[in-house]
């Protein structure tokens, strides 16, 4: 079943017809990605996830990793698709030429991302996960590291990780314990332990990279005294692979993603663990945060995969299930209909395209920011950077949390058959859940969203945010997005208002009254974002509806507009609930006695 999990055509509709994303040629750096180029990748991408991923989705949650005599064994089809990313250059995509790359923007990257998410996560988890480790490597490592590290990982022969969380220290990393001392010869032993660490070991690579937080003898306490490493499972010496002390003493049974493993490690128990430092000391964080943000938007990207794939398998479910008759059909001898005649069901499918091509032509805008604010160069730059950092924990949050809902209705599509193993939804209802949890909780973001991003620079990134809806407001010129836009607009300027309210209560109250509700913060700053890039879809799609002759590109934009007042009609009153408690005086959980919840 779902031999469909995501559409090109909606890609490429984003792509082109929504971000005209080969307007990113005016940059010297990205001057070779025309139409064309973005055509032929997403193509080898989807390739590549036809064949070495999706084939395997299901197979790896059945016959799952487990560890056994100290190694942990993953099912053959890892190896396989790790390996077929990397030869397409997509570890090293982001690479300059002379560097072995392809001067690719994340853009394009991020875009085949989704397909291979929707695909396979457990696999593409892997190989993305390593691209960010050589990236950290690529941007602060010395020359001796990058030249050690940087082939065997972009050519799929090793794994890289990211490894941050610590028994006592999760997202405080304030409280992080492992740690570092120079031994004199360049090298630092290192000793923790460190939990969670998804890909942190696998017999499908050869070795495998920690790219480690840890703090070096003497260094301040807090943030500011953290360092980052490069701890490998083996490391070279006379030209072999040797043994680094880094001791896998478990990874965890998992509520889904069971091809994707997370690994307890122990580093230094034997006095014989050697890291390797990346940049300068006491800088580590602020390097980690560059693999943070890509890791954020990749947690995004992942959940609107597998929210892809979810929504693609129930419609075509409700195209084939017969069941029931319209309320009108009194005749019971009338033939049934496929339930996607039912308008409950209907609804249901447009929540599910709402959550996923939102979520989708959402993050693809935030890439291009990024782009933007890579290679960019004055105003155009800097704007784009301050509004891709607001965009970030929406970019991450908003997949995440809906991709749950979003998987739900689509189980909910299937009925009893939903609930079972004999079709995939069950899968991915478990296999979404973790994204919410992963790169930092909705609460983690809503924190960073409201209590960093909105106030910071005297809210120059919420002053562009609300600049940029409303240009989009003003560009709407059809008749559906007309009516949109005036929506949005109301809902822009009752979230500013909102945002004025909370930020007097900053000044006013303190900083505990002030973030009590910042997730609830976040999830009304969602629903209008995903709102203004609903926006953007509903001009585009008005815009194709009156230049095309196709009847099947005209079921296309109608479809997308039908999305758009879906969204705006459905999801977007949501926004008066939160809209309502964050303007109210009560204070229900400060105030809150622990005594009174247990």
Known sequence: MADQYVSIRNLNFILHEVLNISSLSKFDYYKDYDKDSWD?????????????????????DKEKAYFKDGKVWTHPALKEG??????????????SYEDGGQQMPSTMVNAAQVIWYAANANISSHAFLTQGAANLIYSFGSKELQDSYLGQLTSGAWQGTMA???????SSLSD???????????????????????GGDTLAVDNVVHLTLARIKGAPDGTRGISLFVVPKFRSENGDLVGNDVITAGIYGKMGQKGYVATHLMMGENENCHGYLVGEPNKGLSYMFQMMNEARIGTGLLAAGTASAAYYASLQYANERVQGRLPSQKNPLSPPIKIIEHADVKR?????????????GFLMFCSRLSDVASVGSGQEKTDANNLFEILTPIAKSYPAEWGNFSVSQAMQTLGGAGYTDDFPIEQMYRDIRVNAIYEGTTGIHGLDLLGRKVVSGNGISFKLFIEAIQKTAARATGDHGKKLAQLLLYEAKS????????????????????????????EYFALVTIGWQWLEQCIAAEKGLEQTGSSSDKDFY???????????????PKTRSRHMTLMGNEKITLETKKEEIQ
Not at 40 to 60: E, V
Not at 82 to 95: M, V
Not at 176 to 198: F, M, P, R, V
Not at 348 to 358: D, F, K, N, P, T
Request: hydrophobic share 40%; aromatic share 10%; with cysteine.
């Open 40 to 60: 032929m990748a997403l193509q080898a991408a989807k390739d590549i996830g036809d064949k070495h991923l999706f084939p395997s989705y299901r197979i790896m």
């Open 82 to 95: 790790i390996r077929a990313i990397a030869e397409g250059g997509w570890i090293s995509s982001h690479q």
């Open 164 to 170: 941050l969380t610590e028994p006592d220290a999760g």
């Open 176 to 198: 992080l314990t492992s740690s570092a001392e120079e031994q004199g010869d360049g090298t630092y032993k290192i000793l923790g332990q460190k939990i969670y660490i998804s």
């Open 348 to 360: 249901m499918l447009l929540y599910q395209r709402a959550i996923v091509e939102g979520s989708i």
């Open 495 to 522: 979230l500013h208002e909102c945002t004025l309210h909370l930020t007097g209560l900053a000044a006013k109250e303190g900083p505990d009254v002030f973030l009590a509700d910042a997730t609830l913060y976040l």
């Open 558 to 572: 109608q479809g997308k507009i039908q999305t758009a007042r879906f969204y705006f009609h459905y999801e977007i």
